[in-house]
């Protein structure tokens, strides 16, 4: 047998941001489960990630923020509405509550939840980045008057 001595390159590890967003009405329609008081059913994470490429960076934070997710279902039993004027909880409570967590899938639902979006950039570049953004949203909005313009006389030539 030959065995083929090889090493990869060290490679530099670079700051990066990635932010998840689960937005409760959006076309993947599988937030049912965020929680009410979540202002109009909208989450956002945020992770500082370190990696050695974008798609790391991505992996790694989508990991974290699987993991506080988890965290978040860890405390179904306060959350449930039948309950929230409860201080304190019988064995019983606590074990129809999870039945019913497991009976309409709170579980399985709350981590098979997809992001309605994912951004990510490394961290020297956000300025950049925003930079960027801001001064397309203001060519595209001193554009709207005209392109108002526009389709009114489409609509007058079509009359």
Do not use: C
């Not at 065995?3 to 009405?25: C, E, P, Q």
């Not at 599988?30 to 490429?53: L, T």
């Not at 999870?98 to 490394?122: D, H, K, M």
């Amino acid at each position: 047998m030959e065995v083929i001595g090889m090493s990869s390159k060290k490679r530099d590890m670079y700051k990066y941001y990635i932010v998840a967003n689960y937005m409760g009405d959006d076309s993947i329609d599988d937030k049912s489960f965020i929680p009410d008081d979540n202002d109009g059913k909208h989450m956002v994470y945020r992770v500082e990630v370190w990696a050695d490429s974008l798609i790391s960076a991505v992996n790694r934070g989508m990991e974290i923020i699987t993991h506080a997710r988890a965290e978040t279902m860890a405390d179904y039993i306060n959350s449930n509405p039948m309950y929230t004027n409860q201080d304190t909880y019988t064995r019983k409570d606590i074990e129809d509550i999870y039945e019913l967590a497991v009976e309409i899938g709170l579980f399985q639902n709350w981590l098979a939840i997809q992001p309605t979006s994912i951004q990510a950039n490394r961290a020297d570049d956000e300025d950049k980045l925003i930079d960027m953004t801001v001064d397309s949203v203001m060519h595209h909005a001193s554009h709207i008057g005209d392109d108002a313009e526009d389709f009114l006389k489409e609509q007058d030539n079509d009359a």
